[in-house]
């Protein structure tokens, strides 16, 4: 396995920021060397993946500072309402395979920021063409004239290095190197936010679990990093205070164990101190299994087999200096309310919702199918005539609550579903 080595500060140039050279560890550059820089006011910036996590701090960072932020998303509708500053383009990155399919999105662009990214393959998501057939299409289509691309990367060191989702970004990466365009590779550790997503949403969930918090892997070490310092690296890499060709880890120098880590989040929510049971793997892989299987219908659990593959070798790395705030930072610099602890108390019972729903629609149109008499009668009580009622009691029922069913359990939009299940209150015969 090749390992990739990063230059140390000595041999790059060093950040004018003051605040970035003590995140990155590196003393500042002083102002008079700093005339080559990339940042002017109002540039044309595109970001992949700007519905995301990562995308949509990055975006807000971005108009903050002036700059025309155009994010590029598969699904904008709710997004568009909730960022209305940023100019919105829908695609689907996995079908931008060819140069010619990114030549429109990349008309007039400065720069590019991609924070999109595929975990493990899925009903709605095709790894190796979203991380790596995709982005070797952008950086052949991508135009002379574009002054960056900032990749938002991952570790692809250690363990799990053959893992699809790790590859993959270790193609793109190495296919970046060589095309010859400007860029800036960032390798965030565990992101923590604000909000909960993935990783550290099932913390949070793990951290409420009542009595005692069950854990697998309890033992794996793992770092963290600010959201908003994610997003202040992307800024300050156009500024032009993270050199072109940098290769970066971002991440805060404490390292905790996953059982630590889970405690500290149980503190943050306000809860007492309780006691860690310690899983066996085999636990692990059952759990992976049926999330992989919801995967495939569209649910994207954190609790997927490439997840609990790479925080089973730990999610650690070299440190990006002293200033990133530790976990217990970060969560305090965002108290935690009623919301954020009836979210982790209630994010594990998603799925046995979920799947409740699909079972009681299944088993209605079982039943329809065995009470035929009864089915009959309903129908010719709510105003249908004998004959109609005969035709439809066997087909109608059955039909729609198998299609309920399969819209909950296969995550079809939210409203086509609920319309499929609301459809018997919402429509009567009339005959």
């Not at 919105?88 to 931008?96: K, N, S, V, Y």
């Not at 007039?108 to 982005?135: F, K, S, W």
């Not at 990783?199 to 951290?207: M, T």
Request: charged residues 15%; glycine residues 8%.
């Amino acid at each position: 396995m090749r390992t990739r080595k990063r230059r140390p500060w000595s041999s790059i140039a060093r950040p004018k920021s003051p605040r970035l050279a003590k995140i990155l560890g590196a003393p500042p550059l002083p102002a008079s060397q700093c005339a080559t820089a990339l940042y002017r006011v109002g540039m044309r910036i595109l970001i992949l993946g700007a519905n995301g996590f990562i995308g949509a701090a990055v975006a807000r960072r971005l108009v903050a500072r002036g700059h025309q932020v155009i994010g590029l998303a598969r699904s904008i509708g709710a997004v568009s309402r909730r960022l209305p500053e940023v100019e919105w383009r829908q695609a689907d990155i996995a079908t931008l395979s060819k140069p010619e399919d990114w030549h429109p999105l990349l008309s007039g662009i400065d720069a590019v920021i991609n924070c999109a990214g595929a975990l493990q393959d899925g009903a709605r998501d095709d790894v190796v063409a979203v991380q790596h057939v995709a982005m070797v299409a952008l950086y052949q289509a991508a135009s002379p004239s574009l002054r960056l691309l900032v990749q938002i990367s991952a570790r692809t060191e250690g363990a799990a290095t053959q893992n699809p989702f790790l590859a993959t970004k270790r193609q793109a990466d190495d296919a970046l190197r060589s095309s010859g365009l400007p860029f800036v590779i960032l390798r965030p550790a565990i992101v923590i936010g604000a909000a909960a997503h993935g990783g550290s949403a099932l913390l949070r969930a793990l951290a409420a679990f009542p009595v005692v918090t069950p854990l697998v892997h309890g033992q794996s070490r793992m770092q963290f990093v600010a959201l908003d310092d994610v997003a202040a690296a992307v800024s300050d890499a156009l500024d032009g205070n993270i050199p072109a060709g940098s290769d970066l880890d971002l991440a805060a120098p404490e390292t905790l164990t996953l059982t630590e880590a889970v405690a500290i989040h149980r503190r943050w929510l306000g809860l007492p101190p309780s006691r860690a049971l310690h899983l066996p793997g085999v636990c692990a892989r059952l759990t992976s299994k049926a999330a992989d299987l919801l995967g495939h219908l569209g649910w994207r659990s954190p609790l997927r087999s490439t997840a609990l593959e790479v925080a089973a070798g730990g999610v650690s790395g070299h440190s990006s200096g002293s200033a990133p705030k530790p976990l217990r930072n970060i969560l305090s610099s965002h108290p935690a309310g009623v919301q954020e602890l009836w979210f982790a108390r209630l994010y594990l019972l998603k799925p046995l919702i979920f799947a409740s729903l699909s079972l009681f629609w299944l088993l209605s149109g079982i039943l329809a199918l065995l009470r035929f008499d009864a089915s009959t009668a309903h129908l010719e009580q709510a105003g249908a005539t004998t004959a109609v009622a005969a035709g439809m009691s066997p087909a109608s029922p059955t039909l729609h609550s198998a299609s309920a069913s399969l819209s909950v359990a296969m995550r079809l939009r939210r409203s086509k579903a609920w319309s499929l299940c609301l459809w018997p209150i919402s429509h009567r015969p009339r005959c």
